[in-house]
């Protein structure tokens, strides 16, 4: 089987697919790459499948060596990356000779990058995914130095695709399109049109965003805890809310006054803290 080494991981380098959809009921959150559109479109390049285990990197910093002849993609955030010394673009077929390195720099914007290997990663699933789920601890663990992964055969044709054009993520605010949530009425202020600042203190789990502190509407009852989805933008008795990402917990208790759409959740897992957030009303 052919094999990739892990040399360096940056921040954080984790395995990611399309995570463990319909397990919500017990108790088991989906997981899966947090952009997930950046995630198939790597896979696509190189023909595999979708759901194919792609590698996730926080904040570039991966250096990986070829350990056979492979075929590859990057895409998502833009870290400047080299083959051998050699400068290579995102969005692109990269074909890694044996003993070949391929190692990214800091993205210029952007917060997550990802690298699918033709054939796909073929590490043991857990409960159907490969996805590291940082909440739960499902999963394989974070790539370190020194880990070598297993590669699949290819079951596809490789696509007479060389380059896709794609966007990149804005450097200046992010603008994040919502529907009204289910509890909007327990908050006195509304949550679109004001600016937000991405926490360093966010994760995989959710963003925390800071502000203004939105105010609660006084004298109601406590809610029961309830079942959240990837998107929901939830508002803990702090008043700054919390935007769910993969990692998000399988049920809440605090209101949920709005959620981003699908595809922007995509880019909202590229903000990178200190980011601007702002939410525009898609109801």
């Keep these: 089987m052919n094999t990739l080494t892990v040399l360096a991981t940056g ?16 108790g088991v959150g989906r997981s899966g ?43 998502g955030a833009p870290a400047p990356a080299t083959l051998d010394g050699t400068p290579v673009g995102h969005n692109a077929v990269l074909r890694m000779p044996a003993g070949s390195v391929l190692a990214l720099a800091t993205p210029r914007t952007g917060l997550r990058s990802y690298l699918a290997v033709r054939g796909g990663i073929a590490v043991a699933p857990v409960l159907g995914s490969r996805a590291t789920d940082v909440l739960s601890g499902l999963g394989p663990p974070a790539l370190t130095a020194g880990t070598v992964l297993p590669i699949a055969v290819p079951a596809r044709a490789l696509p007479i695709l060389d380059q896709a054009a794609v966007w990149s993520p804005p450097a200046g605010a ?66 700054e809310p919390v935007l769910f990402l993969s990692d998000h ?27 601007q957030i702002v939410f525009r009303d898609k109801s």
């Design 174 to 239: 992010i603008v994040l399109r919502a529907r009204r949530g289910p509890r909007a009425s327990r908050v006195a202020d509304d949550p679109f049109g004001r600016a937000w600042t991405a926490s360093s203190r966010s994760d995989r789990i959710g963003i925390r965003l800071e502000g203004e502190p939105m105010r609660f509407v006084p004298d109601l009852p406590e809610l029961p805890s309830e079942g959240v989805v990837r998107g929901a933008l939830q508002v803990p008795p702090s008043g």
């Design 11 to 26: 921040p954080l380098a984790l395995l990611q697919d399309h995570g463990r959809p319909g397990l919500g009921g017990q």
């Design 249 to 275: 917990p399988v049920t809440g208790g605090y209101p949920v006054i709005a959620v981003v759409i699908s595809t922007d959740v995509d880019l909202a897992a590229q903000a990178r803290p200190g980011q």
């Design 33 to 75: 790459a947090a952009d997930r559109g950046s995630h198939d479109l790597a896979n696509r390049l190189v023909g595999n499948a979708p759901d194919a285990a792609s590698i996730e990197i926080v904040f570039g910093g991966l250096n990986v060596r070829a350990d056979h002849d492979l075929i590859v993609a990057l895409t």
